[in-house]
């Protein structure tokens, strides 16, 4: 097998503020590029595992997301289709793979997530409070539902009874 130097690159997992020292790899006499972040199977990854990268990807993706949320609105879709709008388009990207990060959040990132749904709420609800909105559509808080995602996901994989 030949490697494609263009499309490989070098990204070492580190604490250390400072990675000058760190060995540069080359093949064939091409130096690889060192990346400080990299997307693997959907999640963002940064050399120092923190999750803010990660955190701002989801954000970014699905905030593009609330302008059909918006447009069907203003179109005069009934609310409780907006909510099935909402869970099926919106929230899947704020938990995609949340097992991974959910617990490693810090308050501020698990607030920007929770700002997501505080934005989508808005948007079929304008008029009401956040914790009214969520009850008069059954939503919980994202970081309750990623607690839950959480706890189901370990019990099914890692349950004692294997």
Not at 39 to 49: A, H
Not at 86 to 106: A, G, K, M, N, Q
Not at 130 to 138: C, Q, R, V, W
């Amino acid at each position: 097998m030949k490697l494609n130097i263009s499309k490989n690159k070098l990204f070492c997992i580190s604490f250390l503020k400072n990675q000058d020292y760190l060995e540069h790899l080359s093949v064939n006499n091409q130096p690889l590029e060192t990346v400080q972040h990299i997307k693997l199977i959907g999640i963002q990854l940064s050399s120092d595992l923190k999750w803010a990268s990660h955190i701002d990807y989801i954000c970014t993706k699905s905030s593009k997301r609330l302008y059909a949320l918006q447009i069907l609105k203003r179109s005069g879709v009934p609310t409780n289709d907006l909510r099935k709008m909402y869970c099926y388009f919106i929230r899947p990207v704020l938990e995609y793979d949340c097992p991974v990060w959910h617990s490693l959040l810090t308050c501020k990132l698990t607030s920007q997530v929770e700002d997501i749904q505080r934005r989508s709420v808005k948007i079929i609800h304008p008029y009401l409070s956040y914790n009214k909105d969520l009850a008069s559509l059954k939503l919980p808080m994202l970081s309750e539902r990623r607690e839950s995602l959480c706890k189901s996901f370990y019990k099914t994989n890692f349950s004692s009874d294997s």
